[in-house]
């Protein structure tokens, strides 16, 4: 009886040391989890390790800004014409009168040649407008033509009159002659008036065609305005000569 006794205890102790060696081979198999969060980068994604290149080169400054023209401003001190002329009697400078010479008479240049039309005493501002019915020799008109060596540079025939001081201006006027001297004399195609209080900055007032007419000697070319100005510059363009007799401001 005793060895029957002992006979079960062993067998109870050999099952319990196999069921135990079971459950360490299950507790060993299970997947290990790692206790600490997956790393992470501390460095943000990689990107493009060249940035952008800046321009070495400045942006141009505008070209606008250079070549405006300053903005017109009237003199408010300016005297009032009070309807007279105020250029008659007043001093002018001038491009070029033709003189006329060369192989070729007619239409050569010659500086040593005698001007062809000259400017006997201020013809511009002396008061004396040439007649509706004068003649291309007459002594009221002075003569430019395309030809002048100057021409070219200043953009046509020209000429600057000083009123001594400053005026409000509301017409001015250039005669000019017509087709009617012959000769193959013709009003310019163009006249452009231009102002200044100080003969260095200068402020189109505007271009006009001469009026031309078969009949008359004259060929006006007016322009009213209101603007203010010491100085006013005449610029005529022609395709041959360009014949004048008297410039007025009012």
């Known amino acids: 009886m005793k060895k029957i006794s002992l006979l079960l205890a062993l067998l109870l102790v050999a099952t319990c040391c196999m069921l135990a060696s079971c459950g360490e081979e299950e507790t060993s198999s299970a997947p290990e989890v790692s206790s600490q969060a997956p790393a992470t980068s501390s460095e943000a994604p990689a990107t493009s390790s060249e940035a952008e290149p800046e321009s070495s080169e400045e942006a141009p400054e505008?070209?606008?800004?250079?070549?405006?023209?300053?903005?017109?401003?009237?003199?408010p001190d300016a005297v009032s014409t009070e309807g007279n002329n105020v250029a008659e009697g007043k001093t002018y400078t001038r491009s070029l009168l033709y003189r006329q010479g060369g192989e070729d008479v007619s239409w050569g240049w010659d500086e040593n040649a005698a001007i062809a039309y000259p400017d006997d005493a201020n013809d511009l501002t002396d008061g004396v407008i040439a007649a509706d019915d004068a003649a291309y020799s007459d002594a009221a008109w002075m003569g430019f033509h395309l030809n002048c060596p100057d021409y070219a540079e200043n953009g046509g025939a020209w000429f600057i009159v000083d009123l001594e001081q400053s005026y409000q201006l509301s017409e001015l006027t250039l005669y000019t002659g017509?087709?009617?001297?012959?000769?193959?004399?013709?009003?310019?195609t163009n006249v452009e008036f231009l102002v200044s209080e100080d003969g260095e900055n200068w402020y189109s007032v505007g271009s006009v065609v001469p009026t031309t007419d078969e009949t008359v000697a004259n060929a006006p070319a007016t322009i009213e305005c209101d603007v203010t100005g010491r100085y006013v510059k005449v610029v005529m363009q022609t395709p041959g000569w360009a014949f004048v007799s008297e410039f007025t401001a009012k």
Not at 62 to 75: I, L, R
Not at 178 to 188: K, R
């Open 62 to 75: 505008s070209s606008e800004e250079e070549s405006k023209e300053p903005e017109y401003v009237k003199n």
């Open 178 to 188: 017509s087709i009617f001297l012959g000769s193959g004399i013709a009003a310019p």
